[in-house]
């Protein structure tokens, strides 16, 4: 019955996620690349043929496979050593990355994949340290915007309370706390509006 359906209907049934997986695997020898783009996709495409996508030739259906929000984490960790730089970059904006697949990607990633390991919310904080140190703009501000952001959400500071951010981004921020010294401090110097 899939095999008599057109490209669009193979599509949408590839997009469904109450797709049977045996269909799903099926679908994966379809003659359309967007039907496999979308099994590779689909959170509920099973682990052996997500594996077997993860090795396809075309760089698309990798890409299709590092951005699977069900991906199993040693096919994340593989993908993210693809040597494809937009299979990295897929890896790098999966919500399943971890700190240390992102550690590894900002370490010899390149420009656009060090920004977003940045702005990633599994970025450690020693990795979002060191790309704050680039001598890359682009990978400064991504880090830097991070940074701000994990002071006014650990230690209790508006957002919007810049003067403060910037005294606390001067120390250890990543051990304070609401209740440290130096956050009541800076909002004494700085207060919250």
Same mark, same amino acid.
């Given at each position: ?40 996709? /689909?959170?509920?495409? =099973?682990?052996?043929? !997500?594996?077997? $996508? %993860?090795? &396809?030739? #075309?760089?698309? *259906?990798?890409? +299709? @496979?590092?951005? /699977?929000?069900?991906? =199993?984490?040693?096919? !994340?960790?593989? $993908? %993210?050593? &693809?040597? #494809?730089?937009? *299979?990295?970059? +897929? @890896?790098?904006? /999966? ?6 697949? !992102?550690?590894? $990607? ?6 656009? *994949? ?13 990795? !979002?340290?060191? $790309? ?6 682009? *990978? ?54």
């Amino acid at each position: 019955m899939v095999e008599e359906m057109t490209e669009n209907e193979q599509i949408r049934l590839a997009m469904e996620e109450d797709t049977p997986p045996e269909a799903l695997d099926w679908m994966t020898g379809s003659e359309w690349l967007g039907v496999i783009l979308e099994v590779g996709s /689909n959170p509920s495409t =099973p682990p052996a043929t !997500l594996t077997r $996508l %993860a090795a &396809d030739d #075309d760089f698309a *259906v990798r890409v +299709a @496979v590092a951005r /699977n929000k069900a991906v =199993p984490l040693d096919m !994340l960790e593989r $993908l %993210a050593g &693809d040597a #494809d730089e937009d *299979v990295r970059e +897929a @890896v790098v904006t /999966n919500d399943l990355a971890t700190a240390q697949i !992102l550690n590894d $990607l900002s370490e010899r990633g390149p420009v656009r *994949v060090r920004r977003l390991a940045a702005r990633h919310a599994n970025v450690a904080d020693a990795t !979002l340290l060191a $790309l704050a140190q680039s001598n890359v703009v682009d *990978v400064q501000r991504a880090a830097a915007h991070s940074i701000d952001e994990r002071i006014a959400m650990r230690c209790g500071v508006n957002a919007e309370n810049t003067s403060a951010i910037e005294a606390l981004r001067e120390q250890a921020w990543w051990e304070m706390t609401p209740e440290s010294p130096e956050v009541a401090v800076s909002l004494a110097l700085f207060p919250d509006t």
